[in-house]
């Protein structure tokens, strides 16, 4: 990369050869070792929160607002004395956030907060939400079903729309 062009789409092409590597080379087992141990050492109370990012699409940023929402409604947030769940969800966000998690994108024209995952630690939560049964992902590159996950996520875009010879056209 340092004889390159440091342009967005250098970087996009070498993310998506790390997270490639990260799945099927078995020498970079060990570093999804690592990030492992991160999730490992988060509380209990976090590690759904973490989980149910591996639900939505790569790249996908979500309103903080609407996350805590999310996090509320599905009971993945823990009663504290003296504050309300969404206070609660709020300090969830900043300790994903200090744990290097989760990152937070600020709109410098709105008061609105942005939250989202890095692809890599993305890929981590879709592997141990399938282990442990969170969740099944479906999408076009990649399809891991079970019977057996709370959750379930199916992705789908489409690329090409053909122009049907049946359409009239009107002038």
Same mark, same amino acid.
């Given at each position: 990369?340092?004889?390159?062009?440091?342009?967005?789409?250098?970087?996009?092409?070498?993310?998506?050869?790390?997270?490639?590597?990260?799945?099927?080379?078995?020498?970079?087992?060990?570093?999804?070792?690592?990030?492992?141990?991160?999730?490992?050492?988060?509380?209990?109370?976090?590690?759904?929160?973490?989980?149910?990012?591996?639900?939505?699409?790569?790249?996908?940023?979500?309103?903080?607002?609407?996350?805590?929402?999310?996090?509320?409604?599905?009971?993945?947030?823990?009663? @504290?004395?003296?504050?309300? +769940?969404? !206070?609660? #969800?709020?300090?969830?966000?900043? %300790?994903?956030?200090?744990? *290097?998690?989760?990152?937070?994108?600020?709109?410098?024209?709105?008061?609105?907060?942005?939250? @989202?995952?890095?692809?890599? +630690?993305? !890929?981590? #939560?879709?592997?141990?939400?399938? %282990?442990?049964?969170?969740? *099944?992902?479906?999408?076009?590159?990649?399809?891991?079903?079970?019977?057996?996950?709370?959750?379930?996520?199916?992705?789908?875009?489409?690329?090409?729309?053909?122009?049907?010879?049946?359409?009239?056209?009107?002038?």
């Amino acid at each position: 990369m340092l004889t390159k062009e440091k342009s967005s789409l250098e970087w996009r092409k070498v993310e998506n050869s790390l997270s490639w590597q990260l799945s099927n080379n078995k020498k970079l087992g060990g570093m999804k070792n690592i990030l492992l141990l991160s999730f490992d050492d988060l509380p209990y109370n976090l590690k759904y929160c973490f989980l149910y990012f591996g639900l939505f699409p790569e790249d996908w940023q979500i309103l903080d607002r609407k996350l805590i929402m999310l996090w509320v409604a599905e009971g993945f947030i823990e009663e @504290r004395e003296g504050h309300t +769940l969404e !206070e609660v #969800a709020e300090d969830y966000i900043k %300790e994903l956030t200090c744990r *290097s998690m989760l990152q937070i994108i600020e709109d410098d024209f709105a008061p609105v907060r942005w939250v @989202r995952m890095h692809d890599v +630690l993305r !890929e981590l #939560a879709i592997s141990i939400g399938h %282990e442990q049964n969170f969740c *099944s992902t479906h999408d076009r590159k990649e399809e891991i079903w079970t019977d057996k996950a709370r959750y379930l996520s199916m992705r789908n875009s489409i690329v090409n729309i053909q122009s049907s010879s049946t359409c009239h056209h009107r002038s």
